[in-house]
């Protein structure tokens, strides 16, 4: 007989009672293990990106090393743009620096429509990840259309996103323009790795907590809410930082689970999007350099509040520090396999 029970994240994704309570972390793939330290020596992030077999061994080293629920794909959100022909470049110790920001309606002209030949690199990395994850999901990303404006119009990283926020207001008609233009790159962008085999996805809306809710839902939710309808045949996650007042409205953009920072407690966040939507979440990952008795109970804490929702894929609240010991992160995910669906049913019959 075949086995049809789904792998525990697409159970939790879809509010079914996986057979553990899943687990993986943004930026598992990252500057934390040394083997990706190694395999990346000499090749600058966008080349890693752009080459499949870097890319396969990248997104495979975190579920070797920690035994993660889900991979997800090694990339960056600015690879489609540049894949367009938009001059960007990652800067270490900076972030994407854009040659040409956005100021007029005529700078939209390079940000044509993405085709899948543009990233068939994309296409074979997938395909290679998904023949070797087997059972394991592979989680394709994409950015948000805000926070790839956000970058476009600043040039760069920015701490106030003031030429954002002065477009958005100040030339609606063409912030929506840009909005539009990006929302149909980033669905394309997620459709490439869904039909390569990716089996959910993850919208990241980086930056929208820099954002009042009333500017969120006028300029920026239609937009997400194009990229999630288009990839609506996989379990669709949408992931900001400091976005707990607009975590009702991310959902509703077309969530299927929704990612929670740090910064409210997932009991709170599942009662803000009614009680009827899975989460995911929400360790803080300046904790992992604490001693390990006081994140274990802080990560079990976690787990009982995430029980106040349909479903919950434990991760942490935001990126994993570049400075962080691996072998913290092993140890969460053997506390979250062993003691979660436990720590689940507890805090139910509490």
């Not at 975190?62 to 629920?69: E, G, N």
Request: charged residues 25%.
């Amino acid at each position: 007989m075949t086995d049809t029970t789904p792998p525990p994240l697409l159970a939790a994704a879809r509010a079914v009672e996986p057979s553990r309570v899943p687990v993986w972390f943004m930026r598992q793939a990252g500057r934390s293990l040394p083997e990706y330290r190694a395999v990346r020596e000499g090749h600058t992030m966008l080349e890693s990106c752009a080459t499949p077999e870097l890319v396969t061994e990248i997104t495979l080293q975190p579920v070797r090393r920690h035994d993660v629920d889900a991979a997800i794909y090694y990339s960056d959100i600015m690879v489609p743009l540049r894949a367009i022909g938009v001059d960007v470049d990652i800067v270490p110790g900076v972030g994407p620096v854009i040659d040409s920001p956005i100021e007029r309606a005529e700078d939209l002209s390079v940000l044509r429509a993405l085709e899948p030949d543009d990233v068939d690199y994309v296409t074979e990395a997938v395909r290679m990840l998904v023949a070797e994850l087997g059972e394991t999901p592979l989680i394709g990303f994409a950015g948000a259309p805000f926070t790839l404006a956000s970058y476009l119009v600043e040039g760069g990283p920015s701490k106030d996103y003031r030429r954002t926020k002065a477009m958005m207001i100040g030339q609606p008609e063409l912030w929506g323009d840009l909005c539009r233009r990006l929302a149909v790159i980033s669905a394309a962008f997620l459709r490439v790795q869904i039909d390569a085999g990716a089996r959910c996805v993850q919208l990241f809306d980086s930056w929208a907590g820099s954002l009042s809710r009333r500017d969120y839902r006028e300029h920026v939710m239609p937009h997400s809410a194009t990229v999630l309808e288009a990839v609506g045949d996989v379990p669709r996650i949408h992931f900001g930082v400091g976005t707990g007042e607009l975590l009702s409205d991310m959902t509703a953009a077309g969530a299927d689970v929704i990612g929670v920072d740090w910064r409210v407690d997932l009991d709170e966040a599942a009662a803000r999007v009614g009680g009827r939507t899975p989460v995911q979440g929400n360790i803080d990952p300046a904790l992992l350099g604490a001693p390990w008795h006081v994140l274990a109970q802080r990560v079990r804490e976690v787990i009982r509040a995430g029980a106040h929702a349909p479903g919950h894929i434990v991760n942490l609240g935001h990126g994993v520090p570049p400075d962080t010991d691996p072998a913290v992160l092993t140890r969460i995910v053997e506390l979250v396999h062993a003691e979660g669906l436990e720590l689940r049913a507890q805090e139910l019959q509490a």
